[in-house]
């Protein structure tokens, strides 16, 4: 079954802990948690002390993207705060591998992110060490943007390049019930989804919203996916 993940950078922060409750109740597999420094990212989010605050408001797993430098010198407070996992960007220094172990060290799963403009053969050296593999598909540093099509291409190459592996493939960004059927058959395991997940505001329209992308993969039409004229595979 795909893995959807919600991203709250997309919820109203004034709420957070209902907003992740409402999540999880909604049908949300993993919570995405994306923090940003204002560094290695042009905008700045949230930190360890929103991880803690909406650790309370959900049993599954708090799926934080760090979009930041010196990750190793806050890795211990992300474990301490309840992270699961983090997923660290190749490209936010020179030790890559160093703070895959060291999340590991601490308890937590550990997966790599790289940009839509980095090389896929970066993460080769990784493959055997992570759990995950995060292939942004925008720039990352805001929710709501496009989604760039070049990305379907990369997971169908990552996911050669992986082979027999058990890491999972996780596309961030722009991700919609009209390319998730597209992404998984490319080989996605997880897809991470704000503004498609937290359109209408509601908790009620949440569900549907997570319904929509899962009937979206398994091709099923589901109500909203009918009303927009929208097929199983995508094409509207
Ligand atoms: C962007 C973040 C994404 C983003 C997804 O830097 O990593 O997780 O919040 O938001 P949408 O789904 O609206 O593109
Ligand atoms: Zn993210």
Known sequence: MTIIAPSILAA?????????????EA???WIHVDIMDGHFVPNLTMGPAMVSA??????????????????DAVLQQYASAGADSVTIHAESGPHIHRSIQLAHD????AGVAINPG???????????DVEMVLLMSVNPGFGGQRF???????VRRLRTLIGLRPVVIQIDGGVTAANAAALVAAGADSLVAGSAVFAGGTPQAYA??????????DGRRSRDLFRDGITADGAA
């Open 12 to 24: 109203d922060f004034s709420r957070m802990g209902e907003e992740v409750r409402a999540l999880d």
């Open 27 to 29: 049908g949300a597999d």
């Open 54 to 71: 909406v650790r309370p408001y959900s049993d599954k797993r708090l799926d934080v993207h760090l979009m930041i430098t010196g990750v």
């Open 106 to 109: 601490l308890g937590m799963q």
């Open 118 to 128: 980095t090389p896929l053969e970066t993460v080769t050296p990784l493959l055997d």
């Open 148 to 154: 760039i099509p070049q990305t379907l291409d990369r």
């Open 208 to 217: 549907e919203n997570i319904e929509a992308i899962r009937c979206a993969i």
